[in-house]
């Protein structure tokens, strides 16, 4: 069972726009939630993180929302670069469960020149 | 540099052998992981260890053994009970259990 639904599988984006990956999840003990990049070939790398007692985070380029009634987080990419273009994770864990990561099924992005 | 490193990037495996992937870290994590990856499908927990001399299954650890008999190595062993091993093999670590793994590049085991 899937604890950690992630959306869309796969997002096309011309270079500037923003990019905009959704997750849903169920478990409502989960009180970590990371994100991941990466590239083909390689592992993957941890992008930016949120923990529940905030409801947005920035780095960069990269933000998180997170809503917590509604068990949703997303990843915004502002002005996307070619040098984007990668899959990327949505993960969630809980200190109950020894921390393990459940992650989404993955989004690819490709951002167009 | 402190980092993962995981041998061979590239295995081969004939229909009922037994083959074994290397994970090296020297972070001084405590806590080490093995997933899987299959397309569309994300990572999938196979085993994990939280002390040496210590692991436990994850969601898909049949056909699989690991074992933790020092901090830094965590070896993972394919046996021929997997009956579709063909996939991307990803070890991480972190410290205290979770909270910002850090992964291997992989490796990629195919049946032949």
């Given amino acids: 069972q899937q604890q950690v639904k992630q959306s869309p599988q796969s997002l096309i984006v011309q270079k500037g726009g923003i990019s905009i990956i959704n997750c849903a999840y169920e478990n409502t003990a989960f009180d970590y939630f990371p994100w991941y990049q990466q590239f083909p070939g390689k592992g993957p790398a941890l992008l930016i993180a949120i923990r529940p007692d905030v409801s947005e985070k920035k780095e960069g380029r990269f933000t998180i929302s997170f809503n917590k009634s509604a068990k949703q987080f997303s990843l915004h990419i502002m002005d996307s670069q070619p040098g984007d273009s990668a899959t990327y994770f949505c993960a969630a864990s809980t200190k109950a469960a020894g921390n393990k990561l459940t992650f989404g099924g993955g989004t690819r992005v490709l951002v167009k020149p | ?112």
């Fill in chain 2, 1 to 112: 540099d402190g980092g993962i490193t995981q041998s061979p990037k590239y295995l081969f495996r004939k229909e009922g052998q037994n083959v074994t992937l290397s994970c090296e870290q020297n972070l001084n994590h405590d806590a080490m992981y093995w997933y899987r990856q299959d397309p569309g499908q994300g990572l999938r927990l196979i085993y994990y260890s939280q002390i040496v001399n210590d692991f436990q299954k994850g969601d898909i650890a049949e056909g699989y053994s690991v074992s933790r008999e020092k901090k830094e190595s965590f070896p993972l062993t394919v046996t021929s009970a997997q009956k579709n091993p063909t996939a991307f093999y990803l070890c991480a670590s972190s410290v205290q259990q979770g909270d910002g793994y850090t992964f291997g590049s992989g490796t990629r085991l195919t049946v032949v």
